[in-house]
T-cell receptor, first 114, second 113 residues
């Protein structure tokens, strides 16, 4: 069965510092991988996605993620964090067939200190 | 704005009652998904419809049901509500023929008192 693990429940980063949020997935075939962000009281906004091809994918708001098949990971990175990045981040995996539902990790809450 | 519209945004109701949550998918999207987000369970997939037909079922209780209408909007019906059903319910949609990118609405906050 598909599953997603986000090992860090809560991370605090200083403004301007780099960020890496970890995501490990379990899936038998090539997965579709996603990162979503949820600000307080808001819906889920898609940051980036990996379907195939280049394993380093660029997303919105300066985020990027790298797919590492050997490590079953899809970590999210940002070189310089802004206070507005404080939110909850969710990693998700989807099956290879188009249109199947996503399975989400428990989320990582990012706090940004000044 | 994802293009997925959910109503109502907030709802407070009593235990034992029944509510209906409504979702309009993005224009052109044929697939609709319902998710429940709670503090203890996180984001749980409930059910998916594709072009009016049920496509996949997740952790949906028997007290809950959904449908997708010919105009592709969807409704999630929650009955015999319990305190534990208080959660944020998300609707999402995707164009299945183009891959698996799923766009989420802003959610419907349900509080059962």
């Amino acid at each position: 069965a598909q599953s997603v693990t986000q090992p860090d429940i809560h991370i605090t980063v200083s403004e301007g510092a780099s960020l890496e949020l970890r995501c490990n997935y379990s899936y038998g075939a090539t997965p579709y991988l996603f990162w979503y962000v949820q600000s307080p009281g808001q819906g889920l906004q898609l940051l980036l996605k990996y379907f195939s091809g280049d394993t380093l994918v660029q997303g919105i708001k300066g985020f990027e993620a790298e797919f590492k098949r050997s490590q079953s990971s899809f970590n999210l990175r940002k070189p310089s964090v802004h206070w507005s990045d404080a939110a909850e981040y969710f990693c998700a995996v989807g099956a290879g067939q188009a249109g199947t539902a996503l399975i989400f990790g428990k989320g990582t809450t990012l706090s940004v200190s000044s | 704005d994802s293009g997925v519209t959910q109503t109502p945004k907030h709802l407070i109701t009593a235990t034992g009652q029944r509510v209906t949550l409504r979702c309009s998918p993005r224009s052109g999207d044929l697939s609709v998904y319902w998710y429940q987000q709670s503090l203890d369970q996180g984001l749980q997939f409930l059910i998916q419809y594709y072009n009016g037909e049920e496509r996949a079922k997740g952790n949906i209780l028997e007290r809950f049901s959904a449908q997708q209408f010919p105009d592709l909007h969807s409704e999630l019906n929650l009955s015999s509500l319990e305190l534990g059903d208080s959660a944020l319910y998300f609707c999402a949609s995707s164009v299945t023929q183009s891959g698996n990118t799923i766009y989420f609405g802003e959610g419907s906050w349900l509080t059962v008192v």
